[in-house]
Nanobody, 118 residues
Framework: QVQLVESGGGLVQAGGSLRLSCAAS????????MGWFRQAPGKQRELVAA???????NYADSVKGRFTISRDNAKNTVSLQMNSLKSEDTAVYYC????????????WGQGTQVTVSS
């Protein structure tokens, strides 16, 4: 059974930093592409950052230069370092996993709330 468990969310002032982590189990982690998504109230879920099994990364334009995604295949974890946070980054953040060559994500975590106060 695949499980993705996020941690690290919370309340932070604008300009501050947070680090989200996602612990994965029940899958061959190293082959999966991993992504961080977010959904703000009244908005659609959006991809924030993704990393392939090979380590290639991509980011939403809104977070480029501020967020960094990384993975540790030895620990089955993927992290999202968020710096220079803005109020518009406030959302529930989800970790997700997809098989190689698939464009959709197969597994999702339960989400962690990030609130940025201005």
């Amino acid at each position: 059974q695949v499980q993705l468990v996020e941690s690290g969310g919370g309340l932070v002032q604008a300009g501050g930093s947070l680090r989200l982590s996602c612990a994965a189990s029940g899958l061959i982690f190293s082959v999966y592409g991993m992504g961080w998504f977010r959904q703000a109230p009244g908005k659609q879920r959006e991809l924030v950052a993704a990393v392939t099994g090979g380590g290639s990364t991509n980011y939403a334009d809104s977070v480029k230069g501020r967020f960094t995604i990384s993975r540790d295949n030895a620990k089955n974890t993927v992290s999202l370092q968020m710096n220079s946070l803005k109020s518009e980054d406030t959302a529930v953040y989800y970790c997700a996993a997809r098989l190689p060559l698939r464009t959709t994500y197969d597994y999702w975590g339960q989400g962690t709330q990030v609130t940025v106060s201005s």
